[in-house]
């Protein structure tokens, strides 16, 4: 009798143990599943995200395509200004131009310089960079274009290169900047260009 009442109080101990591996095991798998949910959530927050970064992508390309187009042609638009005054603009500032040509291109050693307008004299070359709006930057890059010139129209190597920038807006400043560099600068006065350097200019020569 002794040992049939010692193993009563065991067999309750190892019920009770089942009964928590059981609920245990109940509460791994609501984890589980929980977890599941959770991850399944999450792939569907990246998937979204991706797609939201795919499109907004494709927005951007079409919005930056737009732009460079309008700026293309506002740029065209300036050219179209800028070249049928340019002979009048230069003549009244003692640079007699006589021939002018709008997009001059050149090729040398697989390299390529384009000029938006170039006039030309007997002694002289006027090399005009045109924008709508002109940055400090493009007038750098333009004086960079200048001093390789003639190795690019080496036709021209025993002329005088002169340079001038054009814009409808001249941002940061770049209007004055390209003066003290000793370019000319065009600017946009009512329906007609006009050159805006005073009359105590000296043009720089390359």
Not at 91 to 118: C, F, H, P, S
Request: proline content about 2%; aromatic content about 10%.
């Amino acid at each position: 009798m002794a040992e049939t009442s010692g193993q009563g109080p065991h067999a309750e101990e190892i019920k009770e143990i089942w009964k928590l591996f059981r609920e245990t095991d109940k509460k791994f798998k609501e984890t589980d599943k929980k977890s599941r949910e959770t991850e399944e959530k999450f792939q569907e927050t990246d998937r979204r995200f991706k797609e939201m970064e795919r499109i907004l992508s494709e927005k951007f390309k079409e919005t930056q395509a737009l732009v460079n187009s309008l700026t293309g042609k506002w740029g065209r638009f300036v050219e179209g200004l800028v070249a049928p005054g340019a002979i009048r603009m230069f003549r009244e500032r003692g640079v007699n131009i006589e021939q002018t040509y709008q997009r001059a291109e050149a090729w040398k050693d697989g390299e390529k310089m384009e000029i938006d307008v170039l006039c030309v004299n007997d002694d002289d070359i006027l090399a005009i960079e045109v924008k709508s709006t002109l940055s400090v930057d493009d007038v750098n890059e333009h004086i960079e274009r200048l001093s390789h010139f003639k190795r690019f129209f080496p036709q021209y190597e025993d002329k005088h290169i002169l340079g001038a920038v054009a814009g409808i807006i001249f941002h940061g400043g770049s209007d004055r900047y390209a003066y003290k560099q000793g370019l000319f600068v065009v600017g946009q006065t009512g329906e007609t260009v006009h050159i805006l350097n005073d009359d105590q200019f000296e043009p720089k020569s390359w």
